[in-house]
């Protein structure tokens, strides 16, 4: 099985690569056109800021490439936000797969920090990368922003206020949440992507 993670200008790629070496899959990290067309599955992780990654996708046309993928394909934090209509953060428009805005964490009391960090539990709302197991599990956060919760959310999990944990439309999946950071959690989870 050829696994492929879109290499582009976003922190955490190698960390995703890892913990697919783990599960006994050699992942190709690439920006190949044809290679990610012809992979049978692809990951589109990352950590960085909206804008700045929009439009290096935009000049390297993997945002056409993206939108154009026909295989399963799995977006994890900064990359489900990307997956998505438009983020407030740098006022950005964005690959809209989700037809959804991605809105920036306000604080309503002097405890409540962003970025939020740390383990919060899932709540299972739909199928896909999920089983009846995972349902009040604890995965790994890290975001200043987030995805309402919508038609589309899959997981939902609250901090300040509910949100989307993990979106699913077609043969697109995405996860807020960290699953290479999640312990067996998060691996069962990368588990259930590479057998759809």
């Given at each position: 099985?050829?696994?492929?993670?879109?290499?582009?200008?976003?922190?955490?790629?190698?960390?995703?690569?890892?913990?697919?070496?783990?599960?006994?899959?050699?992942?190709?990290?690439?920006?190949?056109?044809?290679?990610?067309?012809?992979?049978?599955?692809?990951?589109?992780?990352?950590?960085?800021?909206?804008?700045?990654?929009?439009?290096?996708?935009?000049?390297?046309?993997?945002?056409?490439?993206?939108?154009?993928?026909?295989?399963?394909?799995?977006?994890?934090?900064?990359?489900?936000?990307?997956?998505?209509?438009?983020?407030?953060?740098?006022?950005?428009?964005?690959?809209?797969?989700?037809?959804?805005?991605?809105?920036?964490?306000?604080?309503?009391?002097?405890?409540e920090?962003?970025?939020?960090?740390?383990w919060?539990?899932?709540?299972?709302?739909?199928?896909?990368l999920?089983?009846?197991?995972?349902?009040?599990?604890?995965?790994?956060?890290?975001?200043?922003?987030?995805?309402?919760?919508?038609?589309?959310?899959?997981?939902?999990?609250?901090?300040?206020?509910?949100?989307s944990?993990?979106?699913?439309?077609?043969?697109?999946?995405?996860?807020?949440?960290?699953?290479?950071?999640s312990?067996?959690?998060?691996?069962?989870?990368?588990?259930?992507?590479?057998?759809?």
């Amino acid at each position: 099985m050829l696994v492929a993670i879109i290499k582009y200008n976003a922190g955490n790629i190698y960390s995703v690569d890892y913990a697919l070496k783990r599960l006994g899959i050699s992942p190709v990290v690439t920006a190949e056109p044809e290679v990610l067309l012809k992979a049978d599955k692809v990951i589109f992780p990352g950590v960085g800021e909206a804008r700045t990654t929009m439009n290096y996708l935009k000049d390297t046309k993997l945002d056409l490439l993206i939108r154009d993928l026909r295989q399963p394909v799995l977006g994890i934090c900064l990359g489900m936000q990307l997956m998505c209509k438009y983020s407030e953060e740098g006022d950005t428009g964005c690959l809209n797969i989700f037809d959804v805005e991605v809105k920036r964490f306000i604080p309503q009391k002097h405890e409540e920090k962003v970025p939020h960090m740390g383990w919060n539990t899932l709540s299972i709302v739909g199928e896909g990368l999920f089983t009846k197991e995972q349902n009040k599990q604890f995965v790994y956060f890290v975001h200043s922003y987030y995805v309402p919760i919508n038609s589309c959310t899959a997981a939902a999990t609250e901090y300040i206020l509910p949100f989307s944990a993990a979106l699913q439309k077609g043969n697109y999946y995405a996860t807020q949440f960290h699953p290479e950071k999640s312990g067996t959690v998060g691996e069962k989870i990368l588990e259930i992507f590479l057998r759809l």
